[in-house]
T-cell receptor
């Protein structure tokens, strides 16, 4: 059974204070690892898909990396508008996404 | 439409009541998914449609849950005899060339 564990559960940052979120996974046959952002009362919003170990993707202040066992989401010089819950999900040999519980990031001005 | 539309946004049901949740996917999205998200948790897979065919319903928690997509577009998730443990956000997602697109969900509260 696919397992996705995210840490920490919550992260409080000062504006400009860079940090990283971790997503550890166990899956048989990874087709893709996804990062989503979820704001309160909204559905998950797509950020990145990573397909193979060593791959990296960037978007504004966010950078996602992937190894064979985990993925990191690096937030560089965060701003208050980066406050959200960040979800990691894996897709194995079918169409389902298996999600972690998320990391709630709060960035204070 | 431009995005996945779900209605109602909020639903309060008395225990034992039946509810129906609607999902209007992006036009042309053949694949449609329902997920359940409990408070403080990530979404969990419920069921999957390809056009009007329900290809996987392995995530439905009990036989009180039923989903349909009769014409391959709009989908309805029905929960019969609601229980308190059914309280959650129900998310609908479509799969297109750009990946999965989620709706904003329906927050169901069973009292």
């Amino acid at each position: 059974e696919d397992q996705v564990t995210q840490s920490p559960e919550a992260l409080r940052l000062q504006e400009g204070e860079s940090s990283s979120l971790n997503c550890s996974y166990t899956v048989s046959g990874l087709r893709g690892l996804f990062w989503y952002r979820q704001d309160p009362g909204k559905g998950p919003e797509f950020l990145f898909t990573l397909y193979s170990a060593g791959e990296e993707k960037e978007k504004e202040r966010l950078k996602a990396t992937l190894t064979k066992k985990e993925s990191f989401l690096h937030i560089t010089a965060p701003k208050p508008e980066d406050s959200a819950t960040y979800l990691c999900a894996v897709q194995a040999n079918d169409y389902k996404l298996s999600f972690g519980a998320g990391t709630t990031v709060t960035v204070r001005a | 439409g431009a995005g996945v539309s779900q209605s109602p946004r909020y639903k309060v049901a008395k225990r034992g009541q039946d509810v129906a949740l609607r999902c209007d996917p992006i036009s042309g999205h053949v694949s449609l998914f329902w997920y359940q998200q409990a408070l403080g948790q990530g979404p969990e897979f419920l069921t999957y449609f390809q056009n009007e065919a329900q290809l996987d319903k392995s995530g439905l928690p009990s036989d009180r849950f039923f989903a349909e997509r009769p014409e391959g577009s709009v989908s309805t998730l029905k929960i019969q005899r609601t229980q308190q443990e059914d309280s959650a956000v129900y998310l609908c997602a479509g799969l297109g060339d750009g990946g999965y697109t989620f709706g904003s969900g329906t927050r169901l509260t069973v009292v």
